[in-house]
């Protein structure tokens, strides 16, 4: 399963954006949607994201400015972000999981896009 995010850009300060992440192949079903993003010198942190089985959840630092839109049956994610702030640049990820439909037993995957690029800064 492939997973493509888009949408990055550079935005200023205050502005919004909304990135999208389209998932392609055979899959069965999706459980688990969700974005995270990495900023230069720092790990990889939880920005949103919606599981069947607890709901969704928000970075602390986004809760309130960012909305995470799942469309399972397009097998796509969006993010929106308004409110945008300049620590909020980082390179922005797409995690898809669920599982894929194979010629044998179907199998769970774990997807991740290559990332998209948002810079917030005036």
């Known amino acids: 399963v492939q997973v493509v995010e888009s949408g990055g850009d550079l935005v200023q300060p205050g502005g919004s954006l909304r990135l999208s992440c389209a998932a392609s192949?055979?899959?069965?079903?999706?459980?688990?949607m969700g974005w995270y993003r990495q900023a230069p010198g720092k790990q990889r942190e939880l920005v949103a994201r919606?599981?069947?089985?607890?709901?969704?959840r928000y970075g602390d630092s986004v809760t309130g400015r960012f909305t995470i839109l799942t469309d399972k049956r397009n097998k796509m994610v969006h993010l929106q972000m308004n409110s945008l702030r300049p620590e909020d640049t980082a390179i922005y990820y797409c995690?898809?999981?669920?599982?894929?439909?194979?010629?044998?037993?179907?199998?769970?995957?774990?997807?991740w896009g290559q990332g998209t690029q948002v810079t917030v800064s005036s």
């Open positions: 995690n898809i999981q669920g599982v894929e439909i194979t010629p044998g037993p179907y199998v769970e995957f774990s997807s």
């Open positions: 192949g055979t899959i069965f079903n999706i459980y688990d």
């Open positions: 919606q599981r069947d089985d607890y709901g969704t």
